[in-house]
């Protein structure tokens, strides 16, 4: 089972930040943090990851809470094109490392 | 940039038929997967492959499944009597080395009647 648990949905206007939560008060030390998306049916979207610091890059920004047990993804300025379902995953050793979806949450940017 | 390509995009078949599904990883990739979404539901793992054995396989991947890299270039998952049940979007995922990101491909569809 995943190890995450996120809102169903979401709305968010065009142009304002995005703010998705996920909790994971399971989390291990040693695991990452990781945040697909899946536009329609396409194949899920690497955004970003992390394991304890903050993390930015071109599409998003990560917070984790200082015990771990939460993060949220940010997308500094939603675009339509943002409209997406996100997936929250940690990502489990299991001897090889395995990403367990959830049911993620359904982002919609509104115009 | 790189990426995973698959084919076919949409395979309709008869129902115990055998069915090959083919993906291209990116090129320096070691670790390879193929997880599955039934329409509407979540994106499940199906198995992991590496140094050209299965490192991890879930219930869902049972004798009917198999996969393999017969050239070190393809990597394929083969259904070998399909059921209904298997209707679904399959995407092949493949990761430059162990704990790194792994990235998915854009998916096949297969419909299953």
């Known amino acids: 089972d995943a190890k995450t648990t996120q809102p169903p949905s979401m709305d968010c206007a065009e142009g304002r930040a995005a703010n998705l939560p996920c909790n994971h008060s399971t989390i291990s030390g040693n695991e990452y943090v990781y945040w697909y998306r899946q536009i329609h049916s396409q194949g899920p979207q690497y955004i970003i990851h992390g394991l304890k610091n903050n993390e930015t890059n071109e599409m998003a920004s990560l917070i984790i809470t200082e015990d771990r047990k939460s993060s949220t993804l940010i997308l500094p300025h939603a675009t339509l094109r943002d409209t997406a379902v996100y997936y929250c995953i940690v990502r489990v050793d299991s001897g090889t490392y395995k990403y367990i979806f959830g049911t993620g949450t359904r982002l919609k940017v509104l115009a | 940039e790189p990426e995973v390509t698959q084919t076919p995009s949409h395979q309709v078949t008869q129902m115990g038929q055998e069915v090959i599904l083919r993906c291209v990883p990116i090129?320096?990739?070691?670790?390879f997967y193929w997880y599955r979404q039934i329409l509407g539901q979540k994106v499940e793992f199906l198995v992991s492959?590496?140094?050209?054995?299965?490192?991890?396989k879930s219930e869902i991947f049972d004798d009917q499944f198999s996969v393999e890299r017969p050239d070190g270039s393809n990597f394929t998952l083969k259904i070998r009597s399909t059921k209904l049940e298997d209707s679904a979007m399959y995407f092949c995922a493949s990761e430059r080395d162990s704990g790194n990101t792994i990235y998915f491909g854009e998916g096949s569809w297969l419909t299953v009647v």
């Open positions: 492959f590496y140094n050209n054995e299965i490192s991890e």
């Open positions: 090129s320096n990739h070691l670790y």
